[in-house]
Every structure is written in C-alpha cells, then in structure tokens.
C-alpha cells in the first residue's frame, strides 16, 4: 500500500526558533497534499492544502506568514512552522493523495511538535 | 459534504464484535461512506469505505442501510489493539481537484480485556 513519512516524528524547540517538518511520499507521486493538526483530544483540523510546484491555499485562521508550506516535488511537501510560540505545540499530519487519480488519501504518522 | 453523527465513546470486551453506529440522514446519492480510524498518538489509518452495497475487507464490514441514512462499522473479533478513535467521513468521491477528507469528532472506542 501507499506509504507517507514524516520527519522527524518529534521535535522540541525554544520559542522564536522555526521548525521545518517534511513529508513525503515513499512509493507513489502526490499532486496534493494536505496538512492537519490536531490537539489534545481534540479531531484532526485542516491547515492548507498544497499542490505540487503551486502556492498552498490556507484554511481560514491559518497564519501563511507562520505556517510556510512548499511542495517543491511530487514527493515532498514541507511545513515551516516560522517564529514558534508554545501555543503552537501539536501534532501536525500530512496526508498525499496520489497522482494516479485515485481518491485515497494516505497518512503520515505525525510529528509531535513541542515549543517550550 | 454530508454530516455525520457519531457516538462520542463506546466499550467492546476484547474477542467480540465491535459494532460503531454512523448517522448521515442528508447524504446524497453520490456520496460514499468512509472510515478511518486514529491510534492514539499515530496517523488516520484507513478502514474501509462503500456507497451503497454491504462491503468487508479484513479489518472490517461496513453495513449500510438500505436508504443510505446510517451505517454501521464492524468489527468482528475486537482485540485491544483495536483501541482507537473511528471517524466516520461521507463524501462525493473525487478523480481529481483538491478537496481533502474532514474529520468529526468520531467514536473513542475502548476495547477491554
């Protein structure tokens, strides 16, 4: 089956410092990939939506100037999250859908981010 | 896309059927069922999904009743690592464009030994 990564799977950092996720498609091309993030107990919630060698469209709420995403290939998709406070602590999750033209959406396991 | 309503939590003894009840009553007749389920602390895993007809795979059945207004998520022997949040997504199923998957509140379900 189709299989996305994340990296890394954690991160702790200082607040003001940016924090670059990546994710990527390991066996498949991804025109679109989606970013969430989720809190404590709480459902998955959208951030933006990127396509490949395009400018991410933002959920409403989402900062673009804090959360810089770049799909740079067909297998790679980035989130900077830039100037990081505490309140931005989470777990972020990338989702790929294929090029293939199918609908499946597949997930990648998540990235803890901690910002003291 | 269609709304679902779901139980916020259920328990299932370990070895019995897991039966996860989903409510989409405006779902259109375009509009699939999906289901993933989140392991705490991991990535949505998909489960199955179907738009009309009874499917089963081996993680699970998905019943869904003949006007399409509900449907049930099975699974037939729950073990405790079966343990999990279950979102239950009804959508229109795409072949192209950008429209992602949007998570409810789903059901915690709590699998005991």
């Known amino acids: 089956g189709a299989v996305v990564s994340q990296h890394p799977s954690w991160v702790i950092c200082k607040s003001g410092t940016s924090v670059k996720i990546e994710c990527r498609s390991l066996d498949f091309q991804a025109t679109t990939m989606f970013w969430y993030r989720q809190f404590p107990k709480q459902s998955l919630m959208l951030m933006a939506t990127?396509?490949?060698?395009?400018?991410?469209?933002?959920e409403q709420g989402v900062e673009k100037d804090k959360f810089l995403i770049n799909h740079a290939s067909l297998t790679l998709s980035t989130l900077t999250v830039t100037s990081a406070h505490p309140e931005d602590s989470s777990f972020y999750i990338c989702?790929?859908?294929?090029?293939?033209?199918?609908?499946?959406?597949?997930f990648g396991p998540g990235t803890r981010l901690t910002v003291l | 896309d269609a709304k679902t309503t779901q139980p916020p939590s259920m328990d299932c003894a370990e070895g019995r059927a897991a039966n996860l009840p989903c409510n989409h009553s405006t779902i259109s007749g375009n509009e699939y069922v999906y289901w993933y389920r989140q392991i705490h602390s991991q990535g949505p895993q998909y489960i199955i999904h179907g738009l009309k007809n009874n499917e089963t795979n081996e993680m699970a059945s998905l019943i869904i009743t003949e006007d399409r207004k509900s449907s049930t998520l099975i699974l037939p022997h729950a073990t405790l690592r079966d343990t999990a949040v279950y979102y239950c997504i009804v959508r229109v199923r795409r072949n192209s464009g950008n429209t992602p998957l949007v998570f409810g509140k789903g059901t915690r379900l709590s699998v005991i030994a």
């Open positions: 989702s790929a859908r294929s090029a293939g033209g199918a609908d499946e959406q597949f």
């Open positions: 990127s396509n490949e060698g395009s400018k991410a469209t933002y």
